[in-house]
């Protein structure tokens, strides 16, 4: 799989292959530290500044550890050497990786010549080709909770003669050295030049593949030639949890790794720490360092730990952000990373993406663009089904219409090009904000099993569309109930007891078809946004 590079590049975390300052110039660092100097502290690191992205055997940057003891303005001091480092990354100037000691590596197939330019790793819930905005280009990960790591190939190209296609093979070893996975991957090149991005990625959604700490390293080859190689390591740590919240973050969590920009208040981190019986209380602290879509150092946190001596499992949590909601204007990528004691023990990214406040929204009658529509519908119970999420699980305040305005039948053709004076003239004459849900696809007859929907919500004032999605809902017969068809049919004729299953059950299961799909296009990965809860349900009293 491949995707064009499009855009920019996140900040990459140059962690590995960096060059290891020499002991002098740490002791220079350490000096200066200590007498309090942090010009002194600026002007070694401005001369050395890979020392600020370079890890110690313990897995601890050295800055922090040799800064710390700088009492005169050390956040400043810190935040702007990392902002130095972020911006060198971001713009390429360091490739995180190379093949054979060569920056950029260059390779011929069958004529044709490539040139290596890097190779980077980020973690992805599924998919691997996630759009680039939203990659979060590492060479760390957590033990707990990673679930594919992936590798994007950076391959660059000039004008070809004609296109040509080839496989990219990769070996994954394991931190004990041991072959761990084998991939083969095609890639197809047109014959304009171009940069271009090659990924696959190896793991599970569960994410328990790598529970084995350590460094792991992947080679690649063209044509049995390698071409380059990668290294990443896996700590001891977990990856986070992101959930919403007030000033207060008590209360029912719901974890998300999106937010809306105009209704996030704070963004809660969550990890769980998990001890034996020990002799005495104890405590330790946590810094929690916050990152900007554009890669710089956005706050810290330090907070305090404390544990009892019994065994317990227990959660810990904090935020950041503001009451009013105006803390996530900047849409893209922020990432936080969890230090113990200088040790990095945690770390999540989350996306925050570009929805402004939403009043109220009119819910329109339901269209239906079924090429056969033979199959009954209750529109007027879609549309009351889809006033219900939108009220109780997305916390909207919502409302419907039994007209849909001045545009009278809403056709396909409307909504393809939804032009600002039609949507002007959509729904009723005072509202602003209102929602258009459809069938697309429904199999007529009494065998329906599957549907998809589709909702689009409208800002009339603008004249455009905010957000536009689709969603399936599916029906898997159950086996037939006793006395439902004889015992001896059902045993001789599967397929046919599942066929006298499906005209059975499937027009009462219709309806749950339609609601299902109406779940997964409202509340599914690429659906509306849960809103905060401002008027959460009073808790029942107890009956005395």
């Not at 003669?161 to 004990?176: G, K, L, M």
């Not at 730990?305 to 922020?334: I, N, Q, R």
Request: cysteine-free; aromatic content about 10%.
């Amino acid at each position: 799989m491949y995707s064009p590079l499009r855009s920019p590049v996140l900040r990459v975390t140059a962690v590995l292959l960096l060059a290891l300052a020499s002991r002098a110039i740490r002791g220079e660092i350490r000096d200066a530290a200590n007498r309090s100097d942090p010009t002194g502290v600026s002007a070694r690191l401005a001369r050395n500044p890979g020392i600020v992205s370079t890890r110690d055997n313990d897995g601890a940057a050295p800055l922090p550890r040799e800064a710390q003891s700088v009492r005169k303005k050390p956040a400043e001091l810190l935040l702007a050497t990392a902002a130095a480092v972020d911006a060198r990354e971001q713009n390429g100037a360091i490739p995180v990786f190379s093949a054979g000691g060569n920056d950029h590596p260059e390779m011929t197939v069958r004529g044709a010549r490539f040139t290596v330019r890097s190779v980077r790793f980020y973690e992805s819930p599924q998919d691997a080709n996630i759009p680039v905005a939203i990659r979060i280009y590492t060479a760390r990960f957590p033990s707990q909770g990673t679930r594919y790591v992936v590798w994007e190939l950076n391959l660059q190209h000039a004008e070809l003669a004609e296109p040509i296609s080839f496989f990219v093979e990769t070996v994954w070893y394991n931190p004990t050295g041991q072959v761990w996975a084998r991939q083969s991957t095609e890639v197809h090149y047109q014959t304009k030049a171009e940069n271009f991005l090659v990924v696959s990625g190896w793991g599970n959604t569960g994410g328990g593949a790598y529970s084995v700490t350590g460094k792991y390293r992947v080679e690649f080859s063209v044509e049995k030639n390698p071409i380059a190689a990668g290294d990443f390591e896996v700590y001891s740590g977990q990856r986070l949890r992101f959930f919403e919240s007030g000033p207060d973050s008590a209360g029912q969590r719901v974890y998300f790794e999106r937010f809306p920009s105009g209704h996030t208040r704070y963004v809660n981190w969550e990890t769980t720490f998990q001890h034996g019986r020990l002799p005495e209380p104890t405590s330790f602290q946590v810094d929690a360092v916050w990152y900007k879509p554009d890669g710089k150092v956005w706050t810290n946190q330090v907070r305090q730990v404390s544990y009892t001596k019994k065994v317990e499992d227990f959660l810990f949590a904090d935020g950041w952000g503001s009451a009013s909601a105006d803390a996530y204007s900047l849409p893209g990528m922020y990432r936080v990373e969890l230090f113990a004691e200088n040790k990095l023990i945690g770390s999540g990214a989350f996306e925050v993406y570009r929805f402004g406040p939403i009043g109220s929204v009119v819910v329109l009658p339901p269209v239906d663009f079924r090429s056969d529509p033979s199959a009954k519908v209750d529109f007027k119970s879609m549309q009351q089904v889809t006033l219900e999420i939108l009220t109780r699980t997305n916390h909207f305040t919502a409302t419907q219409s039994d007209s849909a305005g001045e545009v009278g039948e809403i056709t396909q053709k409307d909504l393809s090009s939804s032009k600002p004076d039609w949507v002007r003239r959509l729904g009723p004459p005072d509202s602003r904000w209102v929602m258009v849900t459809g069938i697309d696809t429904m199999p007529g007859g009494r065998l329906t099993s599957a549907a998809t929907v589709f909702g689009i919500l409208f800002d009339k004032t603008s004249g455009t569309v905010v957000w536009q999605g689709r969603g399936g809902g599916q029906y898997t017969p159950s086996p037939l109930p006793p006395g439902t068809a004889p015992l001896s049919l059902q045993a001789a004729s599967a397929p046919l007891a599942d066929l006298m299953s499906r005209a059975i059950f499937a027009g009462t299961n219709r309806a749950v078809i339609i609601d299902n799909a109406l779940a997964n296009l409202l509340n599914g990965p690429k659906g509306l946004p849960i809103l905060p809860n401002l008027n959460p349900p009073e808790p029942k009293k107890k009956k005395k």
